[in-house]
């Protein structure tokens, strides 16, 4: 089992900026892939970014590229998501989730976060 908590989230203006956590606890962490998602309100839920268990395999969405970055400190068993030039439409649930092998599929991940919402006002 591994359990995972995020935080960082909170109320942002249009074109800001806000660092998300993700730190586990239980198994151990650097073996598993990290991945973010989010669910926008009424929306199915979406990739948003993922890191493989060193952090030498990386993906982000492309609604995303060159704005949200993914990484990861397995010393602390956290993975952060660094997101840049938010927009309104952004605003969500955004959720961690881990697993052995590495993907971009939510139903891939077995281990879920409670997710921590990310309001853009604009």
């Known amino acids: 089992q591994v359990q995972l908590v995020e935080s960082g989230g909170g109320l942002v203006q249009a074109g800001g900026s806000l660092r998300l956590s993700c730190a586990a606890s239980?198994?151990?962490?650097?073996?598993?892939?990290v991945g973010w998602f989010r669910q926008p309100p009424g929306k199915e839920r979406e990739f948003v970014a993922a890191?493989?268990?060193?952090?030498?395999?990386?993906d982000v969405a492309d609604s995303v590229t060159g704005r949200f970055t993914i990484s990861r400190d397995n010393a602390k068993n956290t993975v952060y998501l660094q997101m840049n030039r938010l927009k309104p439409d952004e605003t969500a649930v955004y959720y961690c989730?881990?697993?052995?092998?590495?993907?971009?599929?939510?139903?891939?991940?077995?281990?879920w976060g409670q997710g921590t919402q990310v309001t853009v006002d604009s």
């Open positions: 890191i493989g268990w060193n952090g030498a395999r990386r």
């Open positions: 239980g198994r151990p962490f650097y073996s598993y892939a």
């Open positions: 989730a881990a697993d052995p092998l590495f993907g971009v599929i939510a139903s891939s991940y077995d281990y």
